[in-house]
């Protein structure tokens, strides 16, 4: 039999963390290793299996897809593209009314610092210490943190950094030349940092006052996984622009960029493409998440999001700070050992992923159910009173 890990160290570029677990399938809110042992997903892939593995509605769409048409360049129209930008838009509300499509939550964020460049004239943007925008070159100007960036800098454009969550820092960072504040409703990969109710809103009238545009990514927080279409849907904003990706596609690579008309007509055409952008593969499982996306969906994950934080705090340990978040986006605060956790729980056969440096961060798939988060927090309690002991 193969090596799987040894193929995977000798052959792909190691630039990730290695878990040390290979995974063959999956179904439902389990993934499989070879051997058929069923791993609990409370992490989705990091927020994009939304719906798990093999939902029937989103694998019967996309096989349709498949024998229909994969890929069409967007120079064409396509019916099922076109219709999905507006199914897009309308459920993202807020005044939005374009949408740009491409395939990850990087090249998402990338295409919002260009058309806010084009909207603005302004070159300038400002993003919040503890950020997370993605890694490609634009995208990571954005994203705070030594161990993204030290490597590369000096990096692109001119980025000012204030803390999240702190108007009067806003206030002050705001200059004439500020074409873009760019920030996450949540805090995601920083360590599930929820701001103050009112902060986006505010954020939103600082920005427009000053001639500059808020740009929301949503890449982590939207498309249902706080209990809203989009995190940032709690309070009332005129958006400017929306970023959204993971789980958008039902697993097939896509994200978009969503702005307002007044946005979308300053952008020249040829100034910004891309070949894989919209291909109506992944159109197909964009339409077929929207379509799962509905009310009682969303009140779903509110409430088995809420079932969730209530047994996380239900919890004794000394080992855990604090449990937070909203909908099934939860992080676990721990005092030390979080990688220690992290290795418990998969030896436990459940998955959860790190955030920050002390976040044992939750993102299950929202087809979760109440006796597998029972199951789930049984046996965090298991491995953190383990690891107490030691
Ligand atoms: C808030 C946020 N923005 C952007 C990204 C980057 O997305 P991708 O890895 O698809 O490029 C992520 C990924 O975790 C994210 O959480």
């Not at 719906?51 to 967007?74: D, S, W």
């Not at 925008?133 to 204030?162: C, M, N």
């Not at 965090?380 to 383990?386: A, D, G, L, P, T």
């Amino acid at each position: 039999m193969k090596d799987h890990s040894f193929l995977q160290r000798k052959y792909l570029v190691n630039s990730y963390v290695n878990r040390g677990l290979t995974l063959v399938a999956g179904d439902g809110v389990h993934l499989y290793d070879a051997a058929g042992t069923p791993y609990l997903d409370l992490m989705s892939n990091y927020g994009v299996n939304i719906f798990g593995y093999g939902h029937p509605a989103l694998t019967a769409r996309l096989e349709k897809q498949l024998r229909t048409l994969v890929t069409l360049h967007g120079s064409f129209t396509n019916d099922l593209r076109s219709e999905t930008a507006q199914e897009l838009v309308s459920r993202c509300g807020g005044g939005l009314a374009q949408a740009f499509f491409s395939s990850s939550g990087s090249e998402a964020n990338e295409a919002a610092l260009k058309f806010a460049v084009l909207a603005t004239g302004r070159k300038r943007f400002i993003a919040c210490r503890n950020g997370y925008h993605g890694k490609t070159l634009g995208a990571l100007s954005a994203t705070d943190g030594s161990k993204f960036r030290s490597a590369f800098e000096p990096l692109l454009w001119d980025f000012v950094f204030i803390p999240f969550n702190d108007l009067e820092s806003l206030e002050a960072a705001l200059q004439a030349e500020t074409a873009a504040f760019l920030v996450e409703p949540i805090q995601g990969e920083g360590g599930i940092i929820l701001p103050d109710p009112g902060y986006l809103a505010e954020a939103a009238e600082l920005c427009r006052s000053r001639g500059a545009l808020l740009v929301l990514d949503e890449v982590q927080t939207g498309l249902g996984r706080t209990g809203r279409f989009l995190a940032s849907q709690s309070e009332h904003i005129a958006f400017d622009i929306v970023t959204v990706g993971k789980g958008l596609g039902g697993g097939i690579p896509a994200a978009a960029t969503l702005v307002t008309q007044a946005i979308g007509d300053k952008i020249p055409r040829s100034a910004h493409t891309s070949t894989f952008g919209g291909n109506p593969l992944a159109a197909a499982g964009i339409r077929a998440t929207l379509d799962l996306i509905d009310d009682p969906l969303l009140g779903y994950v509110r409430d088995v999001g809420a079932y969730f934080l209530e047994r996380l705090r239900s919890i004794r340990s000394d080992l855990i700070v604090q449990v937070r978040g909203v909908g099934l986006m939860l992080g676990l605060v721990v005092s030390a050992m979080r990688d220690d956790i992290l290795k418990g729980l998969q030896r436990e056969k459940v998955l959860a992923i790190p955030a920050a440096d002390d976040v044992v961060r939750f993102l299950p798939p929202f087809i979760i159910e109440k006796p597998h988060l029972d199951e789930a927090t049984e046996k965090i309690e298991k491995v953190v009173s383990s690891l107490s002991r030691n």
